[in-house]
C-alpha cells in the first residue's frame, strides 16, 4: 500500500512498516482502552528485538488515518502472516480445509497484538473522532493491504465488542471465543475477596498460599524503571525454561524483556519470589488504571504450588489493593475458575476471499457460538462463589487456548 493510496473526504490512510517511522506520542495519544500491547512501546521493543518482522513470520504495516489539519485520527495495527501461531484465536483447521478444497491459505492478513492473547482495540480512535467514518476508512485500507500481499483472509482478533458490531456491519463475519478473567467486585482486602467465595473454595485457597508462602522468603513487585540486567536476564531465562519444560513456542527473542523495560517501564513490573536470600522465580505483568495483565512466569526451583501465587494470587492481591477492576492472567484456563476467574467473552471478526470457504466458514462459526455459550453458562456454575456473593455469576457479558504461564 503506497504511502497516502487512500483518501475518503478529508481521511487520508497511509500505511508504515516501521513502527519507528511513526511519531510515538501521536500513536499513544489514541484510545487504547485498558489495554497496552498496542502501545508505540511494546510494538517497539517486538520490533527491535526481532520477535516480530520477517523471520518471525509477523511481518507489520501499520495504517494511519490522518485529517488535514487535525492529524492522526486513526490507526490499525495489521500483520500479514505465513502461518497461525501465537494467535491464541486459532484457525488451524481452517487452514487445514483450505488445503484440502486446494485453496491457498496463506499468506493471511492478522490484525492483533502479536503473541499476546488479551482484548484490546484493534481501531485505535483519537478522542472525538467520528468512529464510523474512521473505522470505515481504515477497514478500506485493511482490504487494500490484503489485496496487494495476496491475502486469502482478514482476522481481527481479541478485539472490543463493540469493535466486533461494527466490523460486522461492513463484511467481517464474528466468532465467539471465551478466557477466564478476574473482576474486581469492589473488595477492599484479600479476606473480603475470600469472603464472597464458598467455605470449601475458601478453605483451599488459604491453605495454598500457607504451603507457598512457608517455602519462600518472599514475594515483591519490582516496577519497570527499577529492573537491572540481572533481573531482565533472569525474567529472560524464566521464560525460556517455562516454554522449554511445557512444550511452548519462545516467541520472544533474546533482547526483548531488556528492550521493552527501556519503552515501557511505567507499564512493565515483575512479581519477584525470593527463597534462601535470592530470586528463584519470577511473573512478568504489564499494568494500567484499567487493567492488570499477567504474561509469564517462571522459576528456577519447583516448588508446589508457586505457579499459583506468582502468576495468580499475588496479582488478585494486588487489584484489590490498588482498586485495578480487571486482571486477564493469559490463556489456558479450567484451572483459573477455582481461584476466583470467571469464563468471559471474547471476540474476533473474520473475512474469507474464497466464497465457499466464506460459507463453510461463518457456518462453522454460528455453531460455534452455540456451544461456547452453553459452556459458559456451565463452568460458571462451577464458580467459586457464594450464590448470594458478588461476582457468583460471572460475566458473559465480555476459547481457552494455551499459552506458558497462562
Known amino acids: ?9 478529508r481521511l487520508v490512510i497511509r500505511a508504515e512498516t516501521k513502527i519507528g517511522k511513526i511519531d510515538g506520542a501521536a500513536w499513544d495519544r489514541l484510545d487504547h482502552g485498558p489495554s497496552p500491547f498496542l502501545r508505540h512501546g511494546f510494538l517497539r521493543a517486538l520490533e527491535d528485538s526481532g520477535s516480530i518482522g520477517s523471520r518471525a513470520g509477523w511481518n507489520p504495516v501499520y495504517l494511519l488515518a490522518e485529517e488535514a489539519g487535525v492529524g492522526l485520527v486513526g490507526a490499525v495495527a495489521t500483520f500479514i502472516k505465513v502461518h497461525s501461531y501465537g494467535e491464541y484465536i486459532f484457525d488451524w483447521s481452517w487452514a487445514s480445509a483450505a488445503d484440502r478444497a486446494g485453496v491457498e491459505y496463506y499468506p493471511k492478513l492478522v490484525i492483533a497484538a502479536p503473541i499476546t492473547p488479551a482484548t484490546g482495540r484493534r481501531v485505535l480512535l483519537a478522542p472525538g473522532a467520528d468512529a464510523d467514518a474512521v473505522t470505515a476508512g481504515l477497514c478500506a485500507g485493511v482490504r487494500e493491504v490484503a489485496d496487494q500481499a495476496g491475502c486469502s483472509s482478514i482476522h481481527w482478533l481479541f478485539c472490543t465488542a463493540d469493535e ?9 463475519h464474528p466468532r465467539a471465543s471465551f478466557q477466564f478473567h478476574w473482576h474486581n467486585r469492589g473488595w477492599s482486602t484479600w479476606d473480603d475477596f475470600l469472603a464472597a467465595m464458598a467455605s470449601r473454595k475458601r478453605k483451599q485457597l488459604r491453605k495454598e498460599r500457607a504451603r507457598v508462602h512457608a517455602a519462600i522468603d518472599g514475594l515483591r513487585w519490582v516496577p519497570g524503571r527499577e529492573l ?15 516454554t522449554d519444560h511445557h512444550g511452548g513456542h519462545d516467541y520472544l527473542q533474546p533482547g526483548f524483556f531488556h528492550r521493552v523495560a527501556e519503552t515501557m ?24 488504571a484499567g487493567g492488570l495483565y499477567g504474561r509469564y512466569w517462571g522459576t528456577d526451583r519447583p516448588i508446589e504450588l508457586l505457579h499459583f501465587e506468582t502468576a495468580y494470587y499475588a496479582a488478585i492481591e494486588r487489584c484489590i489493593e490498588r482498586g485495578t477492576p480487571l486482571f486477564e492472567a493469559g490463556a ?25 470457504l466464506h460459507r463453510a466458514i461463518t457456518s462453522f462459526c454460528s455453531r460455534e457460538a452455540i456451544g461456547v455459550a452453553k459452556q459458559m453458562a456451565e463452568l460458571a456454575e462451577h464458580a467459586p462463589y457464594r450464590r448470594e456473593a458478588p461476582g457468583a455469576a460471572g460475566d458473559s457479558t465480555a476459547a481457552p487456548d494455551d499459552e506458558p504461564g497462562g
Open 1 to 9: 500500500m503506497d504511502p497516502a493510496s487512500s483518501t475518503t473526504s
Open 228 to 242: 537491572t540486567p540481572v533481573q531482565l536476564d533472569a525474567l529472560d531465562r524464566w521464560y525460556r525454561t517455562t
Open 164 to 172: 466486533q458490531a461494527r466490523l460486522a456491519t461492513l463484511g467481517f
Open 265 to 288: 517501564p511505567d507499564q512493565m513490573l515483575i512479581a519477584e519470589v525470593a527463597a534462601d536470600g535470592g530470586p528463584i522465580a519470577g511473573a512478568l505483568f504489564f499494568e494500567t
Open 332 to 356: 489456558q484456563g479450567e484451572h483459573k475458575l477455582l481461584r476466583g476467574f470467571v469464563p468471559t467473552a471474547t471476540f474476533s471478526a473474520h473475512w474469507i476471499r474464497h466464497p465457499d
